[in-house]
Every structure is written in C-alpha cells, then in structure tokens.
C-alpha cells in the first residue's frame, strides 16, 4: 500500500467508524456486530503505526486512551460557567418567574432540563473537530482534560455534516452510569479494594486520572446541552439543542420528556413532579430539574448577578434525610473570626456518602433545636455541601440529658466571645493572635478570585505559619529561596513556582487587591465598586462614612466595616507594607483616562439589539462615564436605551413614568 492509498484508506475508516460509534453510543442502532467493529479498528491503529504522518488528533484509536497527561492546565474560560441559584418549592419558583416577569419583555417560555449529577463540562470545536475539554474549575477558568474526555465514547471527536459554527463551545455533564460504577464497585470488592463512596465523585476522580487508558475503561457518560458561540445559531434554547443532536450530540431526549418547554407555573411542576417520581428509573442520577428562560434576546435582558444568570434556576428534590447519634459539638473558627458550631455524629450513610458530620450555623439554630448531647437527629443533605441537622426524634431523647451551653470563650486561642447586635454568629475578637483567622486570612488572600498566587495553597500556609515564616500576607513578600528549601516537600522546582507565583501577584489589578484585603462585607462585586469609584486605597482610607455610602451598592453596613478597618493600626501597618511590596493599590493613569464622569448621576437601562456595540459593551460604558446599570424601569429610571426589538412593555413603563428613550447614537452623543 502506498502513501496515497494509505491516506485514502486511513480517512475512509475514521468516517466508518465514527458513524457506526455514534449509531451504537448515541443512537443505540448498532449497524455491525462488535467484533467487526474491533476488526476495523485494528486495522486503523496498523496503517496509522505505519504512516504516523496521517493520523489524526481525533481518530477513533483515541477512544481507548494512554496518553499521560502529567498536569492539567488552567485554562480561562471564554464563556464563565457560572453555577445556578436553587429553589426547593413552588412558591420559590412562583417568586423567580414573578421578579423576571418584571424585567423580561413579552410572554415568557421554559426550557425543562434535568439536572444531571456530574461533573460539568465545556468542549470547544472548531471546524467541526473537537479542540478541548475544560472542567468548570471556578467558573472563570477551569483544567484541560482533553485526552480523558475523547475517550468518552457518547462525545464526538468530529461533528457530523451541519450549519454549526466555525468556533463553538457546548457545554453538558459528564456521569457514572449506574450498572457500570456498580459493577467498578464489585471488582474492586473482589479484589478486597475500599468502594467509591458514590458516583458523582467518581467521575470527578476519573477524569482527573493521569493515564487517559484508566479513564477509557471506566465507561464514563455525557449529555451536552449548551451551545455557546459568538456566532447566531438560534432564537432559543431549545431550538440550538435540537440542532446540537443534529451535528452528533449525545442531548437530552425530547421523546423521552428529558427535556420540554412549558409557559406556566403549573406546567414546570408537572415536569418536576414527573421526574420526581420517575428518577430512579434513569441509570443515572439526577437531583433535580434545570429551568431556563427559552429565548436568548429574554436571557440577554435578563442578564446575570456576580453569581448566577437570573435567567435560570436550579429546583433540587427533597433532601434524603436519615437519623442518627450527636455525640458531640466542636467549634470552627473562619477568618473572619466567625464561631461555627459542628455536630459529630455516628457515621452514617446519606445520599451516597457516609456522614460524620453536619453544620448546625449557629447559637439560634441550636436553640431552636433544643438539641442535647446524645440526641437521635434527623440529618439532611440538600443544596449544601456539608450536610445539616433539621430536627430532633424527642421519643428518643434521655430525659435526664442536660441542656446544651453554647461556649463563651475561643476554642483556639481562649478569648472571651462576642457577639454584635444583630447578628446570630457568635466572633472571636483576637484576629491577630487567633491562629485560624491568620491561616484564614493568609489563605483567603492568595485564593483565585483575589490574589491567584500560583505554588501556594491551603497547605502550604500552614506549614510556613507552623514553622514561624509568615505571620500575614505581608511576610508572603519577604519569603527567601534559603528559608524555603529546608522546609519539607519543598523541592526546589515547588520553591521557584512560589516565588514566581508571589513576584507575579503584583500586578493583579487594584479591585482584586482590595478583595484579597479580607476586609468584612467586602467581596468581589464591592470591592471592584470601592475601587473604580475612589480609583486607590489612599482615597478609600480618606474616605468618611456619608462618602462611602453614597457609593452605588455601599449600604450602612458595609460602609461601617471600611471605616472601622482603616481606623486599625494594625491594618495600616499590613497596607503600609503590602505597598512597598509593590502591589496595586490604585487603577492606573492610562485606565482612568477612559473614565469620565459625564453620565453621573444618571441610571439607564438597556433593551433590544443595537448595531454597533453589544449589550455588555454598552453597560461598561455606562459604568465607565459614571452611570448606572439597572434591569428594570422604574420611578428612579434617567434613561431607556432602545434597540431593535425591544420589548412593548418596556417602552410602554417609560412612556408612563415619563423616562426618556435614546438611541444608540443618541447615546454615543452623550460621552462623546
């Protein structure tokens, strides 16, 4: 066989292939027997050993894995991958629709989901070939498995023919089918192996695996569900998944009611119900239903909060819920110097994973409970992480049980407690001698959303305030190569990783800095309006309560927390040093020069589709000349700025309250 053939050849079995593995894994239509799908591909993995020049990145051979993936890189994601507020009732869903009714323009239409248990993905293609695969990580950047995620079989290497974008990204669920992570289970059983505690954190675990062979064997699944591309592909949602199953998706199965749209509240809890009931019958699992607002042009109205769409929602079943022993309470100490109390229980086991133990929130809630040591409790794991207890089974309570005191002092450092006026949680004053507010603080300051230091983590601040190295996040920009390599699982490649990564954090943007301070009530969103309103740290030291509290957003609360922060010595000590560090602690010349403050004062909101600026770009001029974004219009409302398409009854609110609509150019006029 020569070159010519051999490429003829090689391309003619990457198409067979791919169509008989999309009838098997996608379509459940095999078309062959499976030994004669094996035969053909022996045959491609021969040619492609002896002409290497023509295999392809996304042959079907890469479906059984073994490259060796040492690292996964961090990659930013174009598209952030935010995660969905939860509902747990009807009346939650009934508030939801009722707040987006007031925003969203025309009748509103659902697109139903079910909300797969899994890990979350985004795949990109370009040309029709997949490109990477990039887990949901923060939801601004995640890690690349690509080589585990081509060996997922339901997960086309190359689309089918179709009017997909040139560059796209969908977004799904990668699962454990149930019979396979039962049948994993009884091997390693046999084999006398610790069973994986459940599915969800096995597929995770999974596709982390270095050698992508382990991956390909474990039979991983995926549904994808969400095109995204800067490109038109459709009008609604429902419409562009259709079209993804066309290209050779594996998408949720209309047919089958996994996915439906509904226009009324009535409507959504009659699918909900229906899955529900039906869950268990899947081979897979699901914990709830996904709601979405069907049409784009409505999800672009309807925009985004710092941490979810407000375009969609996540309704999450009832909680499993089962009862066992409190033997104990301990104490957990945040940054802050928050006190939260933890009930130790027997070990028992709850949705998949076995409990030990559950959060309890507060002095409140334990009261409410009038829990006692020794109690049979009734525990449930919901939407939270760290499962919580709800009641208590008082036919079973000791009678001669005493009642339960809450403690007064710190559980780390012994200083007596307070507690403001206000709040339920109780505090430990003590924030620089309180060794897990310093951790804390430290850790908090180099996570990704603040100071991203790469080569440092949670472990690693504890080892160097355990060996006496850094006592806050100033002493970080002091640390020597010579103090470093002594220290255990210090190699010296880790030691230079870190220093790079703390000489690199210098150039992080001032609102991130501010953030990464841990000052109370500052998170990000705040902490990027202090700053592109005062423009330095210096400003905002200046800065009397009436000033902050004129800021957009800047409530009483928050803004007593500035000004307290700043009146501590110890804190402008650390400011003081973290400046001659030398990091940002005012936005720069050249940035401020786009700022003006021609729209001050003035609070506009956007509507319709305009022609040469895109809504977000609108938004940041906005912000950027001093005005304001809202959602809605209201009494308070300076401007409507209209496209094409905006909505009647937008229009018709402002008509009535005597708020002005602009162009676009109109508005081009106005920060000229």
């Known amino acids: 066989m020569n070159e010519a053939q051999a490429k003829q050849r090689i391309q003619a079995l990457t198409s067979e292939l791919e169509e008989h593995n999309h009838r098997y894994y996608v379509l459940n239509d095999p078309s062959i027997s499976d030994f004669a799908f094996d035969q053909l591909l022996k045959e491609l993995e021969q040619l492609e050993l002896q002409f290497p020049e023509f295999a392809d990145s996304n042959s079907p051979t890469k479906r059984v894995g073994g490259d060796i993936t040492k690292k996964f890189a961090s ?199 229906y899955w529900d009931a039906h869950r268990h019958g899947l081979g897979f699992e699901i914990d709830g239903i996904v709601i979405k607002v069907n049409n784009y042009r409505q999800q672009e109205e309807l925009g985004y909060t710092a941490k979810s769409p407000r375009w969609a929602i996540a309704y999450k079943f009832k909680a499993a819920e089962v009862t066992t022993k409190l033997e104990s309470v301990t ?6 110097g928050a006190i939260t109390p933890v009930a130790n229980l027997s070990p028992v086991l709850l949705a998949g994973t076995t409990v030990k133990r559950a959060s309890l929130h507060n002095a409140d809630q334990i009261a409410k409970l009038d829990l006692r040591i020794g109690d049979e409790v009734y525990v449930e794991k919901g939407g939270e992480i760290i499962p919580k207890v709800t009641s208590v089974d008082m036919q079973k309570r000791d ?123 500052v998170g990000e969103t705040v902490a990027k309006k202090l700053a592109r309103y005062f423009h330095s740290l210096e400003a905002i030291k200046r800065a009397a309560l009436e000033e902050l509290v004129a800021v957009d957003e800047i409530g009483q609360r928050i803004a007593e927390s500035v000004v307290d922060y700043f009146e501590r010595e110890e804190h402008i000590q650390l400011v003081d040093r973290l400046v001659d560090a030398g990091l940002q602690f005012s936005i720069p010349e050249d940035q401020l020069a786009d700022q003006t403050d021609k729209l001050e004062g003035n609070s506009f909101v956007i509507s319709g589709v305009f022609e040469r600026h895109s809504r977000d770009e609108l938004k940041e001029l906005i912000e950027k000349n001093g005005g304001k974004n809202t959602v809605s219009v209201s009494g308070k409302t300076n401007f409507l700025l209209a496209g094409e398409g905006m909505g009647p009854s937008k229009r018709e609110k402002a008509e009535k309250l005597g708020v002005q609509i602009i162009s676009e150019s109109e508005f081009e006029a106005m920060i000229a």
């Open 331 to 336: 104490y957990q100490v945040g940054r802050t």
């Open 399 to 521: 009678p001669n049980a005493p009642a339960f005191s809450y403690i007064s002092a710190c559980p780390e450092c012994g200083t007596e407690l307070i507690r403001r006026e206000g709040e339920a949680q109780h505090y430990c004053p003590n924030e620089t001698g309180c060794p897990p507010q310093i951790k804390g603080r430290m850790q908090h300051f180099i996570s990704r959303k603040a100071m991203d230091i790469e080569g440092l983590g949670a472990e690693t601040i504890d080892q160097l305030h355990e060996e006496g190295l850094v006592h806050n996040m100033a002493d970080l920009y002091d640390l020597q190569r010579t103090q470093l390599l002594p220290l255990e699982r210090m190699a010296e490649k880790s030691v230079d990783n870190m220093l790079a990564g703390i000489e690199a954090s210098k150039e992080v943007p001032f609102e991130r800095v501010l953030f990464a301070l841990g000052i109370r009530y």
């Open 75 to 273: 990659v930013v994601h174009d598209f952030p991958m935010l995660s969905l507020s939860n509902t747990y009732s009807k009346e939650e869903i009934i508030d939801w629709e009722t707040r987006i009714r007031k925003i969203a323009d025309g009748e509103l239409e659902y697109a139903c989901e079910l909300k797969y248990d899994g890990v979350a993905i985004g795949i990109r293609y370009v040309n029709g070939a997949l490109d990477r695969a990039v887990t949901r990580g923060d939801g601004s950047k995640g890690e690349e498995i690509t080589a585990n995620v081509k060996t997922i079989r339901t997960i086309p290497l190359k689309l089918r023919a179709g009017d997909y974008p040139e560059d796209f990204e969908i977004r799904g669920e990668i699962f454990y089918p149930l019979k396979k992570f039962q049948k994993l289970n009884e091997e390693r059983s046999d084999a006398g192996e610790a069973l994986f505690a459940n599915p969800r954190n096995t597929a995770s675990g999974t596709l982390k695996m270095q050698d992508s062979a382990v991956v390909a064997s474990r039979g991983l699944d995926c549904y994808l569900y969400g095109v995204y591309s800067k490109a038109s592909i459709a009008e609604d949602h429902f419409t562009s998944v259709d079209k993804a199953g066309k290209w050779g998706f594996k998408i949720p199965d209309a047919a089958a009611n996994m996915i439906r749209t509904c226009r009324t509240v009535d409507e959504l809890m009659e699918f909900i119900n």
